[in-house]
């Protein structure tokens, strides 16, 4: 069975930073592509970046230049550096792979916070 566990996350003041972290197991993970989501209430779950297998990324506009986002196969883990965090960026986010039918359930998630 797939799991997905992140973490890092935090109370930051806007323009800090976090690095958040996730680590995957039951999957073979350096061949999957892995997504950064984030969810804010009331709103959609929404894709904040992407990176295949070969590290090819994918941002989204509002994260463009800001996040950067890195895989290590060998620790099976994705991560999400966030820098000039504004509290636009307040959200739970999430790991997983691009939507399919193949895609596991989602994790707990971990809490970033933006605020003074």
Known sequence: QVR???SGGG???PG??????CV???IIFRFTIMDWYRQ?????????ARINSVGNTYY????RGRFT???DNDKNAVYLQMNSL???DTAVYYCNQPPGPERPSWGQGTQVTVSK
């Open 86 to 88: 504004n509290p636009e």
């Open 69 to 71: 986002i890195s895989r």
């Open 40 to 48: 804010t209430p009331g709103k959609e779950r929404e894709l904040v």
């Open 24 to 26: 995957a197991s039951g």
């Open 4 to 6: 997905l566990v992140e």
């Open 16 to 21: 800090g930073s976090l690095t958040l972290s």
């Open 60 to 63: 989204a506009d509002f994260v």
């Open 11 to 13: 109370l930051v003041q």
